[in-house]
């Protein structure tokens, strides 16, 4: 099977998660066809302005799909590039699900400047509650969840607040109410070159650990020197 439908067009960015009885969900960004499901993919004639559709589908351990996928958002997005002159425009969603099928997906909206969310669902597929602002900025974003329902997010991102210091980590995490637990971490301790892409995990208790890489210039012109770092942290 497939999770995106044959009139489903532009589809990418895919993240999946599955739940102790081998139910799973797929997110992705992408549309379907005008009018079917409320999405576009692409420009909006005149507008400068780019069209995205955060979706789901579940689908059982025995393989039967939703008919449909759902729509989380309708995201209308300004075309603007990012540093390394890639339209900044995407919001592909990491998805994550708690053992009894309940899940989460993160992704990031059309408000300015792209602002992260994350919105929990049943493992039937309905919402539990609006989108959960998580930050004013972000990309690349990570997400788990714990039995209890504990969510922690993950995303790489420019803070308003420190401009100076260039691409740097975040985590957050919040209570199964959705509550803050902790504002946003800064995850990396050095600001020097760029820190990007993190990657997350969590145990039981809520401990977590996030990964992600860090380039850092070598000394020589043009010359930068990748690495993979990784830090942990109690849980709350």
């Not at 420190?162 to 800064?186: E, K, M, S, W, Y």
């Amino acid at each position: 099977m497939v999770a995106t439908p044959a009139l489903s067009t532009g589809s990418a960015g895919p993240a999946v998660a599955m739940d102790d009885a081998g139910d799973f969900v797929v997110a992705w960004a992408g549309s379907t066809s005008a009018g079917v499901i409320g999405g576009l993919y692409g420009a909006i004639p005149g507008t400068g302005a780019t069209v995205r559709s955060v979706l789901f589908r579940r689908v059982t351990a025995a393989g039967r799909a939703d008919p449909l996928p759902t729509v989380v958002e309708r995201v209308v997005l300004p075309d603007r590039y990012d540093r390394a002159g890639e339209v900044a425009n995407d919001v592909q969603p990491a998805v994550a699900m708690e053992p009894d099928g309940d899940f989460a997906i993160a992704y990031r909206s059309g408000e300015a400047p792209q602002a992260l969310v994350a919105r929990r669902y049943s493992a039937l597929g309905r919402p539990l509650g609006d989108a959960l602002p998580v930050s004013p900025f972000g990309r690349s974003i990570g997400l788990a969840l714990t039995a209890t329902g504990q969510m922690t997010v993950t995303w790489d991102g420019q803070s308003p607040q420190t401009p100076a210091d260039g691409i740097d980590v975040f985590a957050r995490v919040f209570g199964a109410d959705d509550a803050p637990l902790t504002a946003a971490l800064r995850v990396n301790a050095t600001v020097a070159g760029e820190q990007s892409a993190p990657s997350l995990a969590v145990d039981a208790s809520g401990d977590f650990t996030v990964t992600w890489t860090t380039i850092i210039p070598s000394g020589s012109p043009g010359l930068f020197m990748p690495d993979v770092l990784a830090r942990r942290y109690r849980g709350h």
